[in-house]
């Protein structure tokens, strides 16, 4: 019988513990009779408490820190979601109350001291690295230059930009980024969807457009069909993406074969695949440095069918795509299809998907209207034999 051991911090390196929470998993796993699921919930549902809680008591109130992303950083929706599921424990467990009111507090003093920021430092005094003037390059790298450089070998380039410096800046920077030939900006960070945010995600649209200038749109809301009015938009993550991988394991096989059936209903998805340090569930560890995948490199591969994102991305260092067959295949893959298909599939098991695309020319074809065509399955664990007749007349 195949054991399933907890990935789970050790007790005395667990943030924060509580009896009530403790006792509920050993409860509910008895009732669910599939291991593996038993082992996730297990693994997944005090992952908040084991590592990414800071409780204490300040001027005689609970104060609670979430860590709600990838970055030392509290975001106010995101903690609110993340001690959600311990909330109906709380009458049976007063410590587990406190923290819960910490979040509270927390939440208060982040409101009054910005009411229009998504996302504090612990520390209100700290600086992010992030706060800089976005039309001035920092000594270190020579935009224009290196918009030269990478042109001579067909690369584009693209610019990284935390959202409140793209809503105070864009009016200046944009046509800047035109003047230097960058082709895109990739936003970052919004995590809001309230009225006054989303007329931003239209005003950043249209200026962009304006300046010639694609934009993706990460850390954000899901799409809503902006797309069709400012094509120059190309992406959206509103996705728990592969980075998520270095906290934990709540990105895994059965959560890719699920997203193609639910966030993949409303547009393009930045999810950011191409994990090349691939383990089984079982070998899996969550670290920051040299992050692994779960799932066998066809797995990750097939994502750049399965998933539509016009702005593909490569998840891993540099480095690990080094001298590797596979990564040929993303190097040469369409990022977008004349035709998709999805053939069969059953939620969190499988997807199966047929794509095509008339005008892409794969490497090393000489013929200039010979198509590609691609046919991609995602299991989420396990050999699964599929069969398919594939006619098509052109």
């Not at 490497?363 to 069969?387: C, H, K, M, S, Y």
Request: charged letters at 25%; one cysteine or more; hydrophobic letters at 40%.
């Amino acid at each position: 019988m195949k054991e399933f051991v907890s990935k789970r911090p050790p007790l005395a390196e667990r943030k924060f513990t509580s009896k009530a929470i403790e006792d509920a998993i050993v409860r509910i796993k008895k009732q669910i009779a599939n291991q593996e699921l038993a082992w996730l919930f297990e693994n997944c549902y005090p992952n908040t408490l084991d590592t990414t809680v800071d409780f204490e008591i300040i001027d005689g109130k609970p104060d609670t820190y979430v860590i709600t992303g990838d970055i030392d950083a509290m975001w106010l929706r995101d903690s609110t979601a993340q001690i959600w599921p311990y909330i109906p424990f709380v009458k049976e467990d007063a410590k587990l109350g406190e923290l819960v009111k910490g979040v509270i507090n927390r939440q208060t003093k982040c409101i009054l001291l910005d009411p229009y920021a998504n996302a504090f430092y612990k520390d209100f005094a700290k600086v992010s690295e992030w706060k800089s003037d976005i039309t001035k390059m920092n000594g270190r790298v020579d935009i224009p230059e290196l918009v030269r450089y990478a042109a001579a070998k067909n690369v584009k380039v693209w610019i990284w930009l935390y959202w409140s410096q793209v809503d105070a800046q864009m009016n200046e920077a944009f046509p800047l980024y035109e003047k230097w030939g960058v082709a895109g900006v990739k936003i970052d960070f919004m995590s809001r969807d309230d009225q006054t945010m989303i007329d931003w995600y239209y005003r950043v649209a249209e200026t962009a457009a304006q300046h010639h200038l694609m934009v993706d749109f990460h850390g954000a809301t899901k799409p809503t069909g902006m797309e069709r009015t400012w094509p120059n938009v190309l992406g959206y993550e509103a996705v728990l993406g592969m980075e998520q991988s270095k906290a934990g394991a709540r990105d895994n096989p059965v959560h890719h074969v699920t997203l193609p059936f639910t966030r993949m209903l409303t547009g393009p998805m930045d999810y950011t695949p191409g994990g090349f340090d691939n383990v089984t569930k079982d070998e899996f560890e969550p670290r920051q440095e040299h992050p692994m995948v779960m799932g066998t490199r066809a797995h990750q591969l097939a994502m750049y069918a399965v998933y539509e994102a016009p702005f593909q991305m490569v998840s891993d260092h540099p480095a690990a795509y080094k001298d590797q067959p596979a990564f040929e295949f993303i190097k040469r893959v369409p990022a977008t299809w004349d035709e998709t298909k999805v053939l069969n599939g059953d939620p969190g098991e499988y997807v199966t998907v047929a794509t095509s695309d008339l005008h892409a020319v794969p490497d090393g074809i000489a013929d200039e209207d010979a198509p590609w065509f691609g046919l991609a399955t995602i299991v989420q664990n396990g050999v699964r034999r599929a069969e398919h007749t594939l006619e098509r007349s052109w």
